[in-house]
């Protein structure tokens, strides 16, 4: 059994020659900075953390540099900290570290202050892109005029939907800007990979055309060989579900992929596939939407009878033999005669 040096009361454990009571009075056991500086992307929000630019929230990243920023003598082990701050005046927070520490087997307190200053700057990101930074150009183009605005920005929003998700991981990968152009439009990517993947998510997803073009534009800061890559997508007129033509017959298009195409003839509902050379040379007669809806009046085993959408009169429609009828079916007019479509 040892004893205090100061006030001579006996104890397990001293700390440098002093129980513990007298060990913590009058001592500071914890310290913050005059003041802590959090770096903020004044033009998307980001927070830089660890030399990292993060996306978080303000209060988590202020209670993070206050935290980090604690320092606590060796002698005490953490048991709570409480972090507290207001805001003091603009970009400056009063706060405050509420520690409760154990000391050699004894409980202690203590309260550290500090403030916390928000630098408004700019993130690495940012910066190229407010610098316009571009690497790829996806020009996205209708095939022909009758390509819809609908399919146009559907596609858009694939593009948009693709970086969206590759700059969670990944925060070099960015949108620079977006323009309009007669026939089209034009997405600058932030670099060439991303410009490769949407053009293929493009080409199979609307078996569009896609052709790509590079071009030296200078060197790197490591002296590389520095590129800009233009991809072009053509978007074929039809889409999936769509009354059209090949080869002189008339076929509901029922899937297309990057390599081909599947269809459904609508005189007897045989399924072909079209192989991706021969996809250009379908056209459409009827698009999805513009199908219109006819009432069922009655159906048996391979055909139903329908009210004509022109004058209502009764009309005998071919339908497959495991074709599954609700009250309305799409019909499309061929030559002034209606027919189901599968
Ligand atoms: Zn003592
Ligand atoms: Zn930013």
């Not at 770096?39 to 303000?58: F, H, M, P, Q």
């Not at 570290?97 to 690495?124: F, H, P, Q």
Request: with cysteine; glycine share 6%; aromatic share 6%.
């Amino acid at each position: 059994m040892s004893f205090c040096v100061k006030c001579g009361k006996d104890t397990e454990n001293t700390i440098n020659g002093l129980c513990a009571e007298c060990f913590v009075n009058g001592r500071k056991l914890t310290s913050l900075p005059h003041h802590v500086n959090v770096s903020v992307c004044a033009n998307c929000g980001d927070i830089k953390y660890r030399e990292k630019w993060v996306t978080k929230d303000l209060e988590e990243a202020i209670e993070e540099a206050v935290s980090d920023s604690l320092d606590i003598i060796k002698e005490a082990e953490i048991i709570s900290i409480r972090i507290s701050y207001f805001e003091q005046e603009r970009n400056t927070y009063a706060a405050a570290a509420d520690s409760v520490l154990d000391i050699g087997g004894c409980s202690a307190e203590d309260t550290a202050s500090t403030l916390v200053r928000l630098k408004n700057t700019v993130c690495k990101r940012c910066s190229r892109q407010l610098g316009n930074y571009y690497e790829a150009i996806l020009q996205i183009r209708a095939g022909s005029k009758s390509v819809s605005q609908k399919t146009m920005r559907e596609a858009m929003n694939r593009a948009e939907a693709i970086v969206d998700g590759q700059s969670v991981s990944n925060r070099q990968l960015f949108i620079t800007k977006t323009e309009e152009v007669p026939g089209g439009i034009d997405i600058y990517l932030s670099s060439i990979s991303l410009g490769k993947t949407i053009a293929k998510d493009l080409s199979d997803t609307y078996c569009a055309e896609t052709k790509e073009a590079a071009k030296l534009v200078g060197q790197t800061e490591d002296g590389q060989e520095m590129y800009r890559v233009t991809y072009l997508v053509r978007l074929p007129d039809f889409r999936a579900g769509d009354v059209v033509q090949f080869e002189g017959r008339y076929f509901k298009l029922t899937r297309i992929s990057g390599s081909s195409a599947k269809i459904a003839d609508i005189m007897n509902f045989r399924d072909r596939a079209v192989k991706r050379s021969d996809i250009p040379s379908i056209k459409v007669h009827e698009r999805s939407e513009d199908l219109r809806d006819a009432t069922v009046i009655s159906k048996e085993k391979g055909e139903i009878q329908i009210l004509s959408p022109l004058d209502y009169s009764a009309v005998d429609l071919r339908i497959p033999d495991d074709a599954e009828i609700g009250e309305t079916v799409k019909v499309t007019e061929i030559d002034s005669v209606f027919y189901y479509v599968p």
